[in-house]
């Protein structure tokens, strides 16, 4: 599900599920880092977007999108749907620059 905060099965790091859900499988999924806002420096505007996953403050690194393996995605998390506007301005602004 498109914003659903997934940790990743080989680690402790969490993505967030930027690609939509296209009615098919695909072998890679687009994906945003989402790390601990104090782990992070300056934010970029647009491009790092502040969250809350379970009542800390994290970042989703919309600047450093991935297509990760779908099968290294995990369990979820979490979920950023309610930040879902700001994930597809980013996404915009990285691929048509506005």
Request: hydrophobic share 50%; glycine share 8%; net charge negative.
């Amino acid at each position: 599900m498109q914003g659903a905060l997934h940790r990743l099965r080989d680690g402790n790091e969490i993505v967030c599920r930027v690609q939509t859900d296209l009615g098919v499988e695909t072998a890679y999924v687009l994906c945003a880092p989402v790390v601990r806002r104090s782990d992070w420096g300056a934010l970029v505007p647009k491009l790092h977007i502040p969250i809350q996953l379970q009542g800390e403050a994290h970042v989703l690194l919309m600047s450093q999108l991935v297509a990760i393996p779908a099968k290294q995605i995990g369990p979820a998390v979490g979920d950023a749907s309610a930040w879902r506007d700001e994930i597809v301005a980013a996404v915009d602004l990285l691929v048509s620059g506005f």
